[in-house]
């Protein structure tokens, strides 16, 4: 008995510090971005960073608008949920509740190897194939757009969409199912109006976990959206090359000065783009417990 508690004791010490040193790790990342970023607005106001239109770093009269970061990295972000969330939903409902067991177990496999394909890969496809069909089909000066970003992050999107749904889905209890077909309801009746309102907070939370994994993406932005700072004009915009945050922090921070002012505006977008995407999961996260399904 003695030895059995001993175990217990040990293995909850254990899972008790490795929760312990999450949350370490996350203040530790917090407090770096925060330090750094903050020396900007010694010399420039918070103001001016948030509305400034231009982001021009290293000229004379150096700029550190955020507004054209900002808006690459939304236009490619909504342009990859209007691409992701109907089809990974509808993929998930297909795989879930209409595909024959054995081609479901068979597409099951290959949505986690799409998962699991590094993000440079993801941008070669999209730089050799995706570029090109892009510029042809639009006529455009160049295919690097924000909407072959926005069609990338889609694809990239989408097994986090399909998987989380499918699971939700897949979890709705059987009872009802049976309920609703016994009370006369037709099969795409039960899925559409018992299924997925019953599967809504796993579904939510794909999507904004799937929003998430977009906003946070980076080497396939900097290879297929064109990298060019500026507004874009809506809803044109679309088709026009955009620079995200991501990809301006990774372009730029292997040559900045250190310690810098546009060392620290990096970090203050940087900062910017933590915040953005700890609200997404926090939202997400609200999401889950609003909606969650509770069987009486």
Request: glycine share 8%.
């Amino acid at each position: 008995m003695f030895n059995r508690n001993y175990k217990e004791k040990t293995i909850e010490s254990v899972l008790f510090s490795v929760s312990a040193l999450t949350v370490v790790i996350l203040f530790l990342i917090c407090l770096f971005l925060f330090r750094d970023s903050l020396l900007l607005f010694k010399d420039t106001s918070l103001l001016d960073f948030l509305t400034g239109k231009f982001w021009y770093p290293t000229s004379v009269n150096r700029q550190f608008g955020l507004l054209p970061l900002f808006f690459g990295s939304l236009i490619v972000t909504a342009g990859a949920i209007l691409f992701a969330v109907p089809l990974g939903i509808a993929s998930a409902i297909y795989i879930s509740e209409i595909a024959h067991p054995k081609v479901a177990d068979a597409l099951k496999p290959f949505i986690e190897i799409l998962a699991g394909i590094p993000s440079v890969v993801f941008g070669f496809f999209g730089l050799v194939i995706l570029v090109p069909v892009v510029q042809k089909t639009f006529n455009l000066p160049t295919g690097q757009t924000a909407l072959t970003g926005s069609i990338m992050l889609g694809i990239m999107a989408l097994p986090t969409i399909i998987t989380i749904s499918e699971d939700a889905i897949s979890s709705v209890p059987s009872t009802l199912k049976q309920g609703s077909l016994a009370l006369g309801a037709t099969r795409w009746q039960t899925m559409y109006k018992v299924i997925v309102p019953a599967a809504i907070s796993g579904i939510s939370a794909a999507v904004m976990l799937g929003i998430g994994r977009a906003i946070g993406e980076t080497m396939t932005l900097m290879m297929v959206t064109g990298n060019t700072a500026v507004i874009p004009a809506f809803p044109g915009g679309i088709l026009d090359p955009v620079r995200t945050m991501t990809a301006t922090i990774a372009l730029e921070m292997g040559e900045v000065p250190q310690g810098s002012a546009h060392f620290h505006a990096l970090f203050a977008v940087g900062t910017v783009l933590f915040i953005i995407t700890f609200l997404i999961n926090l939202i997400a996260d609200s999401i889950k417990k609003r909606y969650r399904f509770k069987v009486d």
